[in-house]
């Protein structure tokens, strides 16, 4: 290398954006160099910066962000680590693992996947759904049945991160390529997910509902039942029985032109 290991670390532990960034540089230019193999030992001083709590420091959000790119840049290797993090039990590294693994994109879906059939905790699980609800590939149809499944728990923070996950697919997976109950099985959980307690579940719900009419996923009989729930739900039908929380009523004034023929 071309610089020693104890003057990068010590790059790193400082509290400087200035020299945090130019011990990112050292790394890219490391890594063009020797490859990404060769460097693998800069792989955790890198996901270190994955602590960064972007709100009590927003001075250092840009070099969170800038460690994340470059994280992805390592190569498939860096897969397997980045999700084992998502049970590092701080949420700032699971959420900035998650986000580095929606970067690498469709490589990610089947370790993910694995990841969630061998994990029975439920936050875990949670934290898979929020990757896989990240990735910009069509190649998330093979977590569809997780989303699903995670959509009817009655896990509430899982619930709620596979409600909106499902809209994510939505955007993803292009029409027509659902199996007829998946689809089916996201339209009916999604419509018991707007009696959830929770207002945030219900949100999500009414948002995924709009995806999954925006993007095609919907036939004209189900757009016209979301049209007259939207409606009920804005206290804009006959029975004027509007919703009390003004997020839901604000995702149901969104989704409801996707749900207009």
């Known amino acids: 290398m071309t610089t020693d290991l104890k003057t990068l670390s010590s790059l790193f532990t400082s509290s400087d954006p200035e020299k945090i960034h130019q011990a990112l540089q ?14 693998r030992p800069l792989f955790q001083m890198v996901s270190s910066l994955f602590y960064i709590d972007p709100h009590d420091d927003p001075e250092l959000a840009s070099i969170l962000d800038e460690a994340i790119s470059l994280v992805t840049g390592f190569g498939e290797w860096v897969i397997p680590h980045l999700v084992d993090n998502l049970d590092e039990g701080d949420l700032k590294a699971q959420m900035a693992s998650a986000e580095a693994l929606g970067r690498i994109g469709a490589d990610a879906v089947n370790p993910l996947v694995e990841k969630y059939h061998a994990s029975r905790d439920s936050e875990s699980r949670s934290f898979v759904l929020y990757a896989l609800g990240k990735i910009h590939s069509p190649m998330v149809e093979g977590a569809a049945e997780l989303a699903l499944a995670g959509a009817r728990s009655k896990d509430l923070e899982l619930r709620d991160t596979a409600t909106r996950t499902i809209g994510r697919f939505a955007a993803e997976i292009p029409a027509g390529q659902f199996g007829a109950d998946i689809l089916d099985g996201y339209y009916d959980s999604l419509r018991t997910n707007l009696a959830d307690p929770n207002k945030g579940v219900k949100a999500k719900a009414v948002r995924s509902l709009g995806k999954l009419a925006r993007f095609g996923h919907l036939d004209s009989v189900r757009k016209q039942e979301m049209k007259t729930i939207a409606l009920n739900l804005l206290g804009e039908d006959d029975e004027f029985r509007w919703d009390r929380t003004f997020v839901v009523r604000r995702e149901a004034q969104e989704a409801l032109e996707y749900f207009q023929e």
């Open 26 to 39: 050292i790394v890219r230019e490391e890594v063009s160099r020797l490859g990404s193999d060769q460097a």
